[in-house]
């Protein structure tokens, strides 16, 4: 009995548990508490043509990547934080974040070939030079120009087509370099050959405004990073915006550690060497250098970070334009200079242009006060006699191997360098 009472007993406490977690259960604010939260709703980004340049199309760059934007896997460094904003039009470059996969971002630069104030009043330029107006269909406008009609004709990019551009790159052209312009445009499907049947009307408007502009982007595509060239790597673009592997200019550096400068100006001096002398037989000089001009990547790697100020001349084939043919003059000309401005002549370039430039504005900023006497003096009077002008070109490989032999023994390894960290550790050099 005492047995089936015990039974009894156990199951009506079960019964009245389970009553109570009903009970619970049913009741309005334990069920309120326990339901799923309202969904999140995810901010929109709006994009405005004209903070692209969209709206300017197809006097633009192009529009390989706009769906990079537009599906928000580019992200400026604005759009991490919680308001989510676009940042003003007016600066010429952002710091942005790039993904493949939605996981994992990468920085990049996110870079306008000229200000939002030139870009404007080149606009103006146009309408009111050809259209006789303040507002005008820019495409309609440039494509009734004799510049870009004798384009439309051209089964191929000759020096004709380009003389009289305001870019370094194209003052002293060959047939040579305008083939490899053509045939590795990226904002193009790539067909691999020098004829321009694969460009439509709107591919070419799109290259000569890019030439007329800045040649900065096209110098990224036709001299990858991946070939070993020392350009960061050209992602796409997007209306005027172009975007591009991100690196901190030179100027971020000029207070680092002495080995760090040191490492630095190797990286400078070995690039001024590969300028001049590489397996394509093209020599590239500047016409200005600056503290934007050359870049850090996060792994210590040199590269030039703006190579709108690079002229280019063909040691195998030569120019292509004799001086006087440089002289024309037309509405492409003068979208971003002043017409007048005078062409520099392709046979006074010399080896020594660059490094004298290098010595100038960038090495003393970069070496000044930053090593132990003597060899702080040595550089020091090494740079001075550098800026001054070399007596000809053939002491330039000389003065350069004695500047190199004074920074290498100043370089240290480590995990600072990691472009060449920790192959260095197997090296007798350091």
């Keep these: 009995m005492e047995h089936w009472i015990h039974c009894l007993c156990s199951r009506v406490a079960d019964s009245l548990m389970l009553l109570l977690v009903l009970a619970l259960n049913c009741n ?40 990079k934007f537009f599906k928000e896997e580019i992200r400026f460094d604005t759009w991490l934080s919680s308001r989510l904003k676009l940042p003003p039009s007016y600066l010429l470059s952002y710091s942005g974040n790039y993904t493949d996969d939605a996981k994992s971002w990468r920085l ?74 053509v045939r590795r445009y990226a904002e193009v499907p790539d067909a691999g050959s020098i004829y321009m049947d694969h460009l439509t009307d709107r591919d070419k408007l799109r290259l000569l405004y890019t030439l007329s502009v800045n040649s900065h982007p096209i110098l990224l595509q036709i001299f990858p990073d991946v070939e070993g060239w020392p350009f960061p790597r050209y992602l796409g673009s997007c209306g005027r915006l172009v975007v591009s592997a991100s690196t901190r200019p030179l100027r971020d550096f000029y207070n680092a550690a002495p080995d760090v400068a040191a490492d630095l100006a190797l990286q400078i001096l070995a690039i001024l060497r590969s300028m001049g002398t590489n397996d394509l037989n093209y020599f590239f000089y500047f016409t200005h250098v600056d503290a934007g001009t050359f870049g850090v990547f996060s792994n210590g790697h040199l590269f030039i970070r703006d190579a709108s100020t690079l002229g280019i001349i063909d040691k195998e084939e030569g120019s292509q334009l004799i001086d006087g043919q440089q002289d ?22 010399g080896e020594k242009h660059s490094l004298i430039m290098v010595c100038q504005e960038l090495l003393p900023k970069l070496l000044e006060g930053k090593f132990l006497q003597p060899m702080q003096e040595k550089i020091d009077s090494f740079l001075q006699h550098c800026a001054d002008g070399l007596a000809d070109d053939q002491g330039v490989n000389e003065a350069v191997a004695r500047l190199t032999d004074l920074l290498k023994p100043l370089q240290s390894c480590d995990s600072r360098f990691a472009y060449r960290y920790p192959d260095c550790k197997y090296s007798d050099k350091y």
């Design 328 to 349: 024309y003059k037309d509405i492409f000309s003068c979208l971003t200079v002043d017409c007048q401005s005078p062409f520099v002549s392709c046979n006074s370039i």
């Design 108 to 181: 990049v630069d996110i870079t306008r070939l000229t200000t939002k104030y030139q870009h404007d009043r080149a606009d103006k330029r146009i309408c009111t030079s050809l259209m006789k107006t303040k507002t005008c269909s820019l495409e309609r406008a440039l494509r009734r120009t004799h510049r870009f009609q004798k384009w439309l004709r051209a089964k191929r990019l000759t020096p004709d087509l380009v003389q009289g551009l305001s870019s370094p790159m194209l003052r002293c052209p060959s047939q040579r370099l305008l083939d490899r312009i």
């Design 28 to 67: 309005p604010s334990t069920a309120a508490t326990a339901s799923p939260s309202a969904p999140h709703v995810k901010p929109s980004y709006s994009f405005g043509r004209t903070f692209l340049g969209l709206d300017k199309c197809n006097a633009c760059i192009g529009t390989s990547i706009c769906k």
